[in-house]
């Protein structure tokens, strides 16, 4: 579930939003071009790097992914996982461009 909390603007290309994650959701692999910083809120999660560990995210933890760095993120398989993720767009307008689902196989072996 995502609410807007900042809309990019003529101003201001940030971008911001409060993201809510039920137990076992995650995103799909995807980048961001000027980089996403996320800020752990409520519940426990994971993140991970293409290529790198998994991370246990908690409350307070924050995350940031370097500009195009493909990683995903979300709750663990019996937690919830709220965060607020923070990023720039582009000159297009856009924040994020994403990739392939995370497979069940990708995920189940982050959460064991």
Known sequence: YID???APSD?????ASSVHF???????WHAHPNGQTIWVTEGI??????GGPVEVIRPGDRVFF???EDHWHGATPTRFM?????????ESGS??????????????????
């Open 82 to 90: 709220a965060h607020i993720a923070i990023q720039e767009v582009d």
């Open 22 to 28: 039920t137990p076992g959701a995650r995103t799909a």
């Open 11 to 15: 101003a201001s290309p940030l971008s």
């Open 45 to 50: 999660g994971l993140a991970q790097r293409r």
């Open 66 to 68: 370097e500009p195009g």
């Open 4 to 6: 807007a909390v900042a």
């Open 95 to 112: 924040p994020v461009t994403w990739g392939e689902h995370v497979t069940d196989e990708e995920y189940g072996a982050a959460a064991s």
